[in-house]
């Protein structure tokens, strides 16, 4: 079922939070792996706090679904409640974002953040699925304007890592937009960048080559 398109709601703010949080435990991956929870750490851009009821206005989920939800990230680190604003108790991130890397010494660390990663990719895969059947109504200038690509190449382990930090980077430059509107120049819409790097484990054969 497509999602329902919702109003935008103003949220509070407060200071931008720290940098990325490393995910490495298994509780804690297996904490975010839920779709409406990757939906919920979206909304809470840095420096924004929204209340339950505000994250169910934006998601189109219920008020009861989204403080349950909540109360699970608080449980494992991921957003806390913050300053109450008279009888709003709004909650925010922890951190600016994440990263997850499973702990090597952890057996059950691997699958977890594996099922995280299968899921990840599927919301975000889906959401440019929903841009992809409504595209054909925008102005052509910003359909053009994105681009879905797929490249081939053969790189080193190191050179793989370097590709993979400095793709977490190249949004850099537009950082801060998110809380202060009027840092985004005339005509700015949200945007979106999904990207994913990777290396073929090689078979057999190949390794004995």
């Known amino acids: 079922m497509p999602e329902q398109k919702q109003p935008e709601v103003q949220g509070f703010t407060r200071p931008t939070p720290p940098e990325d949080a490393v995910i490495s435990q298994t509780d804690a991956i297996k904490a975010m792996t839920h779709p409406l929870r990757i939906r919920l750490l979206g909304l809470f851009r840095p420096g924004v706090e929204l209340t339950a009821t505000q ?20 449980k494992y680190g991921h957003v806390e409640r ?4 008279g009888k709003e108790r709004p909650w925010r991130a922890v951190s600016r974002g994440f990263s997850v890397r499973p702990d090597i010494a952890d057996p059950e660390a691997w699958p977890a953040a594996q099922a995280f990663g299968s899921m990840f990719v599927a919301e975000q895969f889906a ?14 200038a910003w ?3 994105s681009t879905q690509t797929a490249q081939e190449f053969w790189a080193t382990r190191d050179e793989l890592d370097d590709l ?9 430059p537009f950082r801060g937009r998110a809380v202060d509107p009027g840092k985004r120049p005339d005509g700015a819409r949200r945007a979106h960048l999904f990207g994913a790097v990777w290396a073929e484990i090689p078979e057999p054969e190949d390794e004995d080559a």
Request: charge should be negative; hydrophobic fraction near 40%.
């Open 55 to 74: 994250c169910a206005e934006r998601t189109g989920e219920s008020v009861a679904s989204c403080s349950f939800h909540l109360r699970q990230l608080e």
């Open 143 to 145: 359909v053009y304007a």
């Open 127 to 140: 959401a440019l699925q929903r841009w992809l059947a409504d595209a054909g109504r925008d102005d052509p």
């Open 164 to 172: 993979s930090r400095r793709l977490e980077e190249i949004t850099a």
């Open 82 to 85: 913050a300053e109450a604003h």
